[in-house]
């Protein structure tokens, strides 16, 4: 066996990236490669990417530069670029950035093998063939950066609602579904090994769908669930138009599966809804909303928001504000709109929003969600929650650090618990961000 090389990755983006990255790495280990944390060392540097804004793109682009000076000190050092910047710049990229050998887009990593020796041999190499198919079903991800409590399972790939501020379309190509006896397959391996949450990705899990027996994402929801009760399950993200009562009720039957489900709204007004091509109005997202509540009261809700999309009046903007109010959102993703190259509403419609109403607005969104937090936390001292204990506080090494089913941050003594533990924890006390409590009995 000859000398393994070193392949140093790095992640910027979703979920469904991080992921992705866990992909690649498998695919370099049967090759040849083993994973180093040290990038001084690496005989190849990955870096995947993600285009959602524009300043996501410019944080890579800067991270490429300080590779440059790794190159210029080892000149074979090997720079590929992943993902959807690879996908969305294609060779392009190449141009701009000198000192990338390797593109490689979302649905091609089966190829890095071929596409390295390519490269090893003096040229550059570029694959951005997306696949109306690849799933990397087969694929057994290696897990990075986990503390082996907490994993994804991608079950499906790419999006075609075509948001019209949105790149992901084009980036990650058409919607796909993963075969589902592999995702419970990955499942049950995860809980043998002792992980103790799984969160299903994709990009619109609800419109999850395999042919064969009929899957749908209730279905597989369900089955995944029945795995184990001491197996957490979460999902994300769904899209408002099609979260259905069924699923509602899935959630609600089975203890495991975490009460708290991400519905992004991106705005409160109808009518930049309909401009965002979003297929749902306020009614009926308030309508999915109410549901919620109905169905599975204990659950939280968290979404995205974006603020300053194109023709955004002061009115529409309230619209958002009201909205957050009604839902009373545990968390939320907040944006400022960026308008992204060849998307629908950069080919229709004007980003004439001036930045700096993009950035007041966004600051008055930011504000009244850290006031909904705080609310939604308050509300809970007092309550005793079961939470999987993820390691050890950040501020100090006598407290664990967790999540309630309801994914909210708990804090707490450690007694005598352990990560990967489940830990019943009476809540005294809160911030916007973090529930602090203490262990009232042990029930492992
Ligand atoms: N500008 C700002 N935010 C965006 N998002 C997607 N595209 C854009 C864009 N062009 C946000 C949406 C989405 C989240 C993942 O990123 O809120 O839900
Ligand atoms: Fe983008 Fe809309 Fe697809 Fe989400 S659902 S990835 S916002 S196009």
Redesign the pocket.
Known sequence: MKNKKKLYIETYG?QMNFSDSEIVTSIMLENNYEVTNDISGADVIFVNTCS??DNAEQRVKGRLREFYTHKKRKPNLIIGVLGCMAERLKSRLLEEEKLVDLIVGPDSYRDLPKLMQTVIGGSRAINILLSTEETYADIKPVRIGTKGVSAFISIMRGCENF?S????PYTRGKERSRNPETIIEEAHNLFEKGYREITLLGQNVNSYHWNENGWYFAKLLEKVATINPKLRLRFA?SHPKDISDELLYTIAKYDNICKSIHL?V?SGSDRILKLMNRKYTRDWYLNRVNAIKKIIPECTIST???SG?CSETESDHNDTLSLMEIVGYQYA?M??????PN?I?AKKLKDDVPDKVKITRLQEIIVLQQKLSLKSNKNDVGKTFEVLIEGESKRSENHLSGRNSQNKIVVFPKENKKTGEYANVQIHKCTSATLLGEIVQNNE
Do not use: H, L, M, N
């Open positions: 979703c959602i804004r948001c501020y949105c790149v992901v993200t992004p991106q995205d928001i974006i999309f993703f944006f400022k709109y960026s308008e992204r998307t509403a």
